[in-house]
């Protein structure tokens, strides 16, 4: 009974958790999904949404869920820039150079940012309230991270399959040569993609410092939950990432209910190893 | 007279690693022999990777599993069950050995990046796993008895005792990779590199391949680990698993050379060296990761054979001699 209690207490705020970072995955995904490249910038850039938060709220004054969407913008900027820099000469080269590249890119966001920031612990002062749901207590500050989770999947989805760019995106997706024939300009389609995977990473870590501590080197857990999230959904399937995520969501809610809690990595890297095993392309992958 | 020549390969290599060794033998100064075995331990593991990312094709990112396996399991002979450290190295190696077997038999199945990616799960996952391992000590890990040293002349004598062995090691990996790059069982591998089908179809039995492949560049560095800790005298799982220095190898064989004998040795001496003048100098040492970044991401961009392959296409004297 104790432990079914206590499974209630923590799987809402399990679910919550897991839409946001499901978001973070979905940028991860629709990388890998549209040009076969693993990016390894993706944690420092989660970090560095978290800091664009915390400047634009506490040296700006400007409220975190304004400051979101400025983060959002920085975030697509900063990606397309990553892309014609380190990406674009090594997007059809073997794995391992477009790896190096993004890992490239990784050090030396650690790097300013270690510069910057220093490696210390931030946190943004913020409370959304809370309110209680029968047995147990849920954050708002949370609760208003899922929803914007949910909006910003809602608009990846409408941009996707609603508009001109986002046809070109799934085209290259689909096959980039026959886009190309077909006069879709694939370099900038590439690098559009890129910014919105960067996009994702930079906002869903704005979220998530509304709530958590934070310091510069954090992205590197979000990323690895990132690598496990969007294998669980099917590596380049970016709205199956978001189902992914509530899937770990869940399972850390429900793991530390008959299980240590230092044991919820060992289980979700073992889940992940698996699934990669027994099905690559996920638990809702498409057959590519 | 006429043999030497085709042994240049791996002449230069030992030659190199030969003086790195003798520099602090010579100078006798202690601070030189520390940094003489980071160098030398780079230049193994690296070259145990290579014999992976280099002549196989298979990227691995977690390929540090190996060394803090390795390492993990010969601290606990030697540490509780009061085994010699060679006996120690010795298990050390033979259990990473035997993690990639089983490892191999199930994930190099996967190709491209998924088995990047895999390895990057196993690497988090073993360290998640010895975190909670009490006989590993779990999160505290394991702190070598001080009266362990006793049975090698004391703390600074078997200091020195290790710098020893990691030079022999560091040539054993050396003569391990030569071997492959030169057998006929290199040849397969270089195969599977070029086309794993074709090199299938051409009657290289490619699991099997893979697999001892795989074997092969864990078991130096399970025996590094090993080394390593008892010199470092404490084990925990962030420093037996540390995912960044599974890539810091990658970059060493990237830099030097993917596929030949000599790269990783340089790309380890240019890494180790640059690091070393970064953090010290006043001016890069707020950013110095930036910078070796920046380095790195010209060197994917603009030279991706690294230095030994860029040296062989623009100077074709040197394919006898580079390796």
């Known amino acids: 009974m104790q432990q079914l209690n206590l499974l209630l207490t923590s799987l809402p705020d399990g679910i919550l958790l897991g839409f946001v970072f499901g978001l973070a995955a979905m940028g991860l995904a629709l990388i890998w999904g549209v040009m076969n490249v693993i990016n390894l910038s993706h944690g420092p850039i989660i970090a560095l949404g978290m800091f664009g938060t915390f400047i634009f709220f506490i040296r700006l004054g400007i409220h975190?869920?304004?400051?979101?969407?400025?983060?959002?913008?920085?975030g697509l900027l900063l990606g397309v820039f990553i892309?014609?820099?380190?990406?674009?000469r090594v997007i059809n080269s073997p794995h391992l150079s477009s790896l190096m590249a993004t890992f490239a890119v990784n050090m030396?966001?650690?790097g300013i940012g270690t510069a910057v920031f220093t490696t210390s612990p931030y946190n943004v002062d913020f409370n959304m309230g809370s309110f209680r749901l029968g047995s147990t207590t849920i954050l708002g500050t949370r609760l208003i991270a899922a929803l914007f989770a949910i909006l910003f999947t809602g608009g990846l989805y409408l941009f996707l399959y609603k508009t001109?760019?986002?046809?070109?995106?799934?085209?290259?997706?689909?096959?980039?040569?026959?886009?190309?024939?077909?006069?879709?300009?694939s370099t900038r389609i590439l690098a559009l993609s890129f910014g919105f995977g960067t996009m994702l990473a930079a906002v869903s870590g704005g979220l998530i410092a509304t709530f958590f501590p934070f310091s510069i080197l954090s992205g590197s857990g979000y990323e690895l939950k990132s690598f496990v999230i969007s294998v669980l959904g099917g590596l380049g399937n970016p709205i199956g990432a978001l189902i992914g995520g509530l899937i770990l969501g869940v399972l850390e809610g429900i793991i530390p209910s008959f299980l240590e809690t230092s044991w919820v990595p060992v289980i979700e890297f073992a889940l992940f190893i698996v699934i990669l095993l027994v099905r690559p392309t996920g638990l809702f992958g498409v057959k590519r | 007279m006429k043999n030497w020549r085709h042994q240049l390969g791996i002449i230069i290599p030992v030659l190199v690693v030969a003086g790195l060794v003798l520099w602090p033998v010579i100078t006798g100064n202690n601070l030189n022999r520390e940094t003489s075995f980071t160098i030398l331990k780079a230049i193994a593991l690296a070259s145990s990777l290579n014999i992976l990312l280099g002549y196989t094709g298979y990227v691995?990112?977690?390929h540090i599993v190996f060394y803090g396996f390795g390492g993990y399991v010969g601290?606990?002979?030697?540490?509780?069950?009061?085994?010699?450290?060679?006996?120690g190295i010795l298990v050390g190696g033979i259990a990473s050995g035997l993690l990639a077997f089983l490892l191999?038999?199930?994930?190099?199945?996967?190709?491209g990046a998924y088995f990047a990616l895999a390895t990057i799960g196993i690497n988090e996952a073993m360290k998640a796993f010895a975190n909670n391992f009490d006989l590993f000590g779990g999160p505290i890990g394991m702190v070598l008895n001080f009266s362990v040293y006793k049975a090698y002349g004391g703390a600074a004598k078997a200091l020195s005792m290790t710098f020893f062995i990691m030079a022999g090691l560091t040539f054993a990996a050396l003569i391990i990779s030569h071997f492959v790059r030169t057998s006929k069982f290199g040849l397969g591998l270089l195969a599977i590199r070029e086309n794993e089908d074709a090199a299938e179809v051409m009657g290289v039995v490619t699991p099997d391949a893979k697999t001892w492949a795989y074997v092969l560049s864990a078991i130096i560095p399970g025996m590094v680990g090993v080394l390593f800790f008892f010199k470092n005298g404490h084990v925990e799982p962030p420093l037996a698993f540390p995912l960044n220095s599974s890539i810091e190898l990658l970059v060493m064989v990237m830099l030097?050379?993917?596929?030949?004998?000599l790269g990783p040795i340089l790309g380890a001496f240019a890494y180790q060296g640059m690091r070393g003048y970064l953090v010290t100098s006043d001016f890069f040492k707020d950013i110095q990761l930036s910078v070796s970044g920046v380095v790195l991401l010209l060197i994917v961009l603009f030279i991706p054979a690294g230095a030994v392959g860029w040296l062989r296409r623009r100077i074709p004297a040197l394919r006898r001699v580079l390796a």
């Open chain 1, 64 to 74: 975190p869920y304004l400051g979101i969407f400025l983060v959002a913008i920085l």
């Open chain 1, 83 to 88: 892309y014609f820099t380190a990406v674009h």
């Open chain 1, 108 to 110: 030396i966001i650690i």
């Open chain 1, 164 to 185: 001109r760019p986002g046809k070109y995106i799934r085209a290259v997706t689909n096959n980039r040569a026959a886009a190309e024939l077909m006069g879709v300009p």
């Open chain 2, 60 to 62: 691995s990112f977690g």
């Open chain 2, 75 to 87: 601290l606990y002979f030697v540490n509780e069950q009061g085994w010699s450290i060679w006996t």
């Open chain 2, 104 to 111: 191999g038999k199930a994930i190099l199945r996967l190709r």
């Open chain 2, 256 to 261: 030097g050379g993917l596929g030949t004998v």
